[in-house]
C-alpha cells in the first residue's frame, strides 16, 4: 500500500478495513452516546458557573453573560435529546454529537468577537480538544476543524483591529492544522483500542463454532429477560439428535456442520441476540413478547427444515405471563428442556435406539 493510500485510509476510516469500521458503527454510536451525556452535563454545569461568576463581575466576564446563557441552555438541549429521544432514534446520535462540537466553536468564536482588541484563547482551546472528544471519521472531524477555521479568520479579519487580526489568523490556522494532525492520530488509536475491545467481547460472548451466543453469555443475560417483556416470555429448548452417532460414522467435521447449520436454522427463527449453545448440541432460544401459536408454527418449520437437511432436533417450548409477577426463568427454562426431553425420547424410542432408550428410562426411574 503506498503512503498516500495508507493516510487516506487513516482519514476515512481511522487506519482500520473499510468493513470493520462498519462492524464497528454500533459500538461507535454506543460510546458517543455515553459520552455525550458526560460532556453535556459537564459543559451544562460550566457554562452556568461561568453565568453566576460573569453576573457578579463588572469587568471583562460581564460581557460574556449571554453567550454563557445561551451555550447552557444548548448543552441541557443536547442533555434532554440524549436522555430521551436517543432511546428511541439512535440514529440521531452523531448529529447530537456534531451540534455539541459546532455549539462549542460557535462559543468560542463569539467569546473572541466580543473582545475585538484581545487575542482569541477560548476559540483555539475548542478547536484543540472538541474533535478529541467523541468517535467519527477523522475525515468529517477534519473537515468540520476547516470550517471552523475559515469562519473564524473571515469573521476575525472584519470585526477586530488589523494587529490582533492577523495574530488570531496565524494562531488559528497553526493550531487548526496541529488540530488536524492530533485527530487523525488520537481517532486511529481510539478506533484500534474499540476494534480490540469489541473483539475481546465478541469472544467472551460467542460460541466460536456456531457463530450464536455462547453459555456464559446465556447466564449473564438469562435473569434481565423478564425486564425485556410487557407480556410474556416465550422459552425454546432445542437438541441435536445423533450427533455422537454423525461423530463416530462420519467424523467429528461432520458433527461440527450438523451443530453449524442447527445453530444457522435456530438463529434465523429466533435472532442472534436470543440465540444460545448452551451445552454441546443443546441451543436455548427466547421470544419476548411473543405469540405462543406463532413460535409453535415457527418451531414446526424449523423442524422440517432441519429434517430436509437430514437432521433431527428435538425441541421444547414454554411460556410464561409477565401478569402472574416477575416469572423464575430457571422454571421456564426447565419446563421447555423437559417438554423436549419428552419429545427427544419419543424419537429414540421410534428408532429402536437401545443405549439412549436405557438412558431415559433410567432418567424416569
Known amino acids: 500500500m503506498?503512503?498516500?493510500?495508507?493516510?487516506?485510509?487513516?482519514?476515512?476510516?481511522?487506519?482500520?478495513?473499510?468493513e470493520e469500521y462498519k462492524n464497528l458503527l454500533p459500538n461507535i454510536h454506543k460510546e458517543n452516546r455515553l459520552l455525550l451525556k458526560v460532556f453535556s452535563r459537564i459543559a451544562a454545569a460550566m457554562f452556568f458557573v461561568l453565568l453566576i461568576v460573569s453576573a457578579l463581575s463588572t469587568g471583562f466576564a460581564n460581557v460574556n453573560s449571554n453567550s454563557y446563557?445561551?451555550?447552557?441552555?444548548?448543552?441541557?438541549?443536547?442533555?434532554?435529546?440524549?436522555?430521551?429521544?436517543?432511546?428511541?432514534?439512535?440514529?440521531?446520535?452523531?448529529?447530537?454529537?456534531y451540534f455539541f462540537e459546532i455549539s462549542l466553536y460557535v462559543f468560542g468564536i463569539q467569546i473572541s468577537m466580543l473582545h475585538v482588541d484581545k487575542a482569541a484563547v477560548s476559540a483555539v482551546a475548542f478547536l484543540l480538544v472538541s474533535p478529541l472528544l467523541f468517535y467519527d471519521r477523522p475525515l468529517r472531524l477534519s473537515a468540520l476543524i476547516s470550517i471552523v477555521v475559515t469562519a473564524f479568520c473571515v469573521i476575525v479579519k472584519r470585526v477586530k483591529k488589523p494587529d490582533v487580526a492577523e495574530s488570531d489568523i496565524w494562531n488559528m490556522i497553526t493550531f487548526?492544522?496541529?488540530?488536524?494532525?492530533?485527530?487523525?492520530?488520537?481517532?486511529?488509536?481510539?478506533?484500534?483500542?474499540?476494534?480490540?475491545?469489541?473483539?475481546?467481547?465478541?469472544?467472551?460472548?460467542?460460541d466460536l463454532l456456531t457463530g450464536v451466543k455462547n453459555r456464559n453469555h446465556y447466564e449473564?443475560?438469562?435473569?434481565?429477560?423478564?425486564?425485556?417483556?410487557?407480556?410474556?416470555?416465550?422459552?425454546?429448548y432445542a437438541d441435536v439428535n445423533g450427533l455422537h452417532e454423525m461423530n463416530n460414522e462420519k467424523g467429528h467435521l461432520a458433527g461440527d456442520k450438523m451443530l453449524r447449520e442447527s445453530a444457522e436454522v435456530m438463529r434465523n427463527g429466533f435472532g442472534l441476540e436470543h440465540t444460545y449453545r448452551v451445552g454441546g448440541d443443546e441451543f436455548v432460544s427466547f421470544r419476548p413478547d411473543?405469540?405462543?401459536?406463532?413460535?409453535?408454527?415457527?418451531v414446526d418449520k424449523m423442524r422440517q427444515s432441519l429434517a430436509d437437511m437430514g437432521y433431527n432436533v428435538?425441541?421444547?417450548?414454554?411460556?410464561?405471563?409477565?401478569?402472574?409477577?416477575?416469572?423464575?426463568?430457571?422454571?421456564?427454562?426447565?419446563?421447555?428442556?423437559?417438554?423436549?426431553?419428552?419429545?427427544?425420547?419419543?424419537?429414540?424410542?421410534?428408532?429402536?435406539?437401545?443405549?439412549?432408550?436405557?438412558?431415559?428410562?433410567?432418567?424416569?426411574?
Open 2 to 18: 503506498s503512503f498516500f493510500n495508507k493516510v487516506w485510509k487513516l482519514f476515512l476510516y481511522a487506519g482500520v478495513e473499510k
Open 69 to 97: 446563557l445561551l451555550s447552557g441552555l444548548e448543552m441541557l438541549a443536547i442533555l434532554f435529546c440524549t436522555r430521551f429521544f436517543l432511546p428511541k432514534y439512535p440514529a440521531l446520535v452523531m448529529v447530537l454529537v
Open 176 to 206: 487548526g492544522i496541529v488540530a488536524i494532525a492530533a485527530t487523525v492520530f488520537i481517532m486511529s488509536i481510539k478506533i484500534r483500542a474499540l476494534k480490540q475491545s469489541s473483539q475481546i467481547e465478541y469472544m467472551s460472548q460467542t
Open 220 to 236: 449473564n443475560r438469562l435473569l434481565h429477560y423478564p425486564k425485556q417483556c410487557k407480556n410474556n416470555l416465550i422459552c425454546v
Open 290 to 298: 411473543g405469540n405462543v401459536d406463532d413460535v409453535n408454527a415457527a
Open 314 to 365: 428435538a425441541f421444547g417450548v414454554a411460556a410464561c405471563e409477565m401478569k402472574n409477577g416477575t416469572p423464575d426463568m430457571f422454571e421456564l427454562v426447565k419446563e421447555a428442556e423437559m417438554n423436549m426431553f419428552a419429545e427427544k425420547q419419543e424419537f429414540y424410542r421410534q428408532r429402536e435406539n437401545d443405549r439412549s432408550h436405557r438412558y431415559f428410562s433410567h432418567a424416569e426411574e
